[in-house]
């Protein structure tokens, strides 16, 4: 299981763990969990594109995912990117459909693309997805300030000259680089399942934002080291654990909360004492 081509899925699932998890914080906090769904679906269609003309899946994917995030910051206001999120999704999967009518020669990357496959990542995919998850974490940590505020308090971001349509489209640049890195790995359809379940379970433990955020890392760390054990031993798609386990932190996120919020209150009187 940690030898032979099994390093590099090793290698692969930790970036993209580690990536999903500092993204997926803002993505849970800024409530972009739609986009998050839609990015990674649209993009599939650029790696449909792509294998259909013969070019590397990745700068499909890339392409799609940052024609995706340009669409709907770009018509979409931060009350209503629901519905520019709706219909840009809407046309990758129309031209996604179209691409994959047109060959039937490429069933088992596009299977693996769709599902994830990160057994079968290669050892030149490997500086890509590096590269392209230090750029994110680099992006985020920049505008980590202006970023978290406008989350938070877009009103109060905006009077201290945060420009919450910027952080809109930079942060969906961010989500689609994100796509791109970790669609080979995980698949299109469970990515989103890996930005979203850790990240919002770890905010069901902690309130405190880079405490949140260390423990979203840690859980997609658990998440994917664990899916990709289970994937190697059953020869099940990763993607499948990876929902399974993120839904599964993520329940015990909220048991956590309702555990909390029965217990009674305790409070220390003047005199020292505990009273209930």
């Not at 986009?35 to 993009?43: E, M, T, V």
């Not at 989103?192 to 919002?200: E, K, Q, T, V």
Request: glycine share 10%; net charge positive.
């Amino acid at each position: 299981m940690f030898s032979g081509f099994m390093v590099t899925a090793w290698e692969a699932a930790t970036i993209v763990a580690v990536v999903a998890g500092v993204v997926g914080f803002f993505t849970v906090l800024r409530g972009s969990a739609f986009a998050a769904h839609a990015l990674p679906n649209g993009a599939f269609a650029g790696a449909a594109g792509a294998s259909l003309i013969g070019v590397n899946v990745i700068v499909g994917l890339g392409v799609f995912a940052l024609l995706g995030a340009l669409t709907i910051g770009g018509l979409g206001r931060r009350a209503r990117q629901d519905v520019a999120t709706a219909l840009a999704i809407v046309m990758m999967l129309g031209l996604g459909a179209l691409f994959l009518s047109m060959t039937t020669e490429y069933a088992p990357e596009i299977y693996s693309l769709l599902f994830g496959e990160v057994l079968g990542v290669s050892g030149s995919e490997l500086l890509p997805t590096a590269v392209i998850g230090m750029v994110c974490i680099a992006v985020v940590f920049v505008l980590y300030r202006p970023l978290l505020l406008s989350s938070i308090m877009p009103d109060a971001a905006e009077a201290r000259g945060v420009n919450g349509r910027r952080m809109d489209l930079a942060f969906l640049v961010v989500i689609a680089l994100a796509t791109t890195m970790a669609v080979p790995v995980v698949g299109s359809l469970l990515i989103f399942s890996l930005l979203i379940g850790p990240p919002a379970a770890a905010r069901s433990f902690t309130s405190k934002p880079l405490h949140a955020m260390g423990l979203s890392v840690a859980l997609a760390l658990g998440t994917v080291w664990a899916a990709v054990a289970l994937s190697f031993a059953t020869n099940l798609p990763i993607g499948f654990f990876v929902g399974a386990i993120s839904a599964c932190s993520y329940a015990a996120g909220r048991s956590w909360v309702a555990w909390r919020r029965t217990r009674p209150v305790t409070k220390i009187s003047r005199t020292g004492l505990l009273r209930a």
